[in-house]
């Protein structure tokens, strides 16, 4: 039975090309967890923003191979070296998509904008100074700027426009990126989110967060959002997360707590036993 | 590159309004076939702009696409399906450049990739 997942045997390399990390492994695994449900989704469209190796994109197009009505995958990276790597993996696994070299999704996003269903995205999010943002080759698969958000904040409103009605964004977070802040901006556009895998390493917390559009979430007036924002910033900004609380505390956080609610409400405990901890 | 990624790129140089479609300049041209699935064709099918799909088909050596914009109970023929599927996922621009309709800025295409990316001054 053929790997449901890229084999790191097969995956192509390149100097100037970021490897299988951590951080991969933990988006395919979120991946993998929500298998069922991406088959159920029947996504036609599936896009990854800055396909590195190509683990991803090849894992999941695996991962959805047998899906009903055929998926169309589409993968963009900066670094013309790791567009060669991704090709030369997805053909190591007998997997297809179409490789456009450009920057996140320039030149796409006229006619895709309202019609992906799903967008896998692991960006440079390493806290670095300013400068080393956008610099060639493998510098671009990491250097996030200012909390790592540089390239993040860029990469938010894109997926947002190219997202179909029912599309769903995975994407790689670390804490020093402020997961629940974003999770609160992206809340003001209309969408629910929830953190599909949290995964601690002797250097860093990721996140595989999952984003996607929630009808329940009455969008707010500009008035309101604005003086709903810095109350709700500051709150976000006491909860730093990842951390571990009783349960108890996490019920009187929940009732506390306008922010906590965002992901309460969309927890889904089957998958995990605790997908993530307040802190 | 296939057809359905022509169909779903535009130019995106500053400034430019109508990016959309970009010509195609065509050196080297693949066909690689792929399983037919009528139910992601059906559903592209209310995606696709219709004559840049006929155009670029006819560019790359493939005129068996009707015209004009077909009604969608086509999609019912399997004999249309085909065409479809072929024009759309089986034809592949491996070498040559897309162009922006508006500047005439080429943007090469080196195996089977396009490349989008801009210089500075066109951000």
Redesign the interface.
């Known amino acids: 039975m053929p790997s449901m997942i890229a084999q790191i045997r097969l995956v192509s390399s390149h100097p100037e090309v970021y490897e299988p990390c951590e951080d991969s492994f933990a988006l395919v695994d979120a991946l993998l967890a929500d298998r069922s449900k991406l088959l159920e989704h029947r996504p ?1 469209l599936c896009l990854e923003i800055g396909c590195g190796s190509g683990y991803v994109i090849t894992s999941l197009a695996l991962i959805l191979g047998h899906v ?5 995958y ?1 993968a963009t990276d ?1 670094n ?1 070296f790791a ?2 790597v991704t ?1 030369e993996t997805l053909e190591a696994h007998g997997v ?1 998509a ?6 996140i999704a ?7 904008g309202g ?1 992906v269903d799903v967008i896998v995205c692991n960006p440079p999010y390493v806290p670095t100074p300013e400068d080393e943002v956008g610099r060639d080759g493998i510098a671009s698969s990491w250097a996030g700027g200012e909390n790592g958000r540089r390239v993040i904040d860029k990469i938010l409103p894109i997926a947002d426009n190219l997202l179909s009605e029912k599309g769903w964004l995975y994407m790689v977070l670390l804490t020093e990126n402020n997961p629940s802040e974003i999770c609160l901006h992206m809340r003001e556009k209309g969408y629910a989110s929830r953190i599909v895998v949290q995964r601690s390493t002797e250097e860093e917390t990721l996140h595989i967060v999952k984003f996607w559009r929630d009808s329940d979430i009455q969008l707010e007036t500009d008035e309101n959002r604005s003086k709903n924002r810095n109350v709700q910033l500051s709150k976000a900004n006491s909860l730093r997360f990842p951390f571990r609380r009783q349960a108890s505390i996490v019920v009187s956080l929940r009732q506390t707590f306008q922010v906590s609610a965002l992901f309460m409400n969309s927890w889904n405990i089957s998958d995990y036993d605790m997908p993530f901890s307040l802190a | ?2 057809l ?2 022509h ?6 140089i500053k400034g430019v309004t109508n ?2 479609p970009l010509g195609i300049e065509a050196e080297k041209v693949i066909e690689r076939s ?1 399983d037919m ?1 009528p ?2 064709l059906k ?2 099918f209310s ?1 696709i ?1 219709w004559k840049p799909l006929v155009e670029a088909s006819r560019i790359m050596g493939y005129s068996d696409l009707p015209e004009d914009v077909p009604d969608s109970s086509v999609l019912d023929s399997e004999e249309f399906l085909r065409k479809f599927h072929h024009a759309l996922l089986e034809i592949h621009l491996e070498e040559g450049a897309l162009v922006c309709p508006q500047t005439g800025r080429k ?1 090469p295409v080196n ?8 210089h500075e001054d066109e951000v």
């Open positions: 036609a009903e009505g055929g998926a169309h589409m900066i013309p567009i060669q090709s297809y179409e490789l456009i070299r450009t920057d320039s030149g796409l996003e006229g006619r895709l019609s | 590159m296939k359905l990624t169909n779903m790129l535009s130019s995106n990016g959309f792929v699935n139910d992601f559903n592209m995606k702009e943007f195996k089977g990739i396009p490349n989008m990316l801009l």
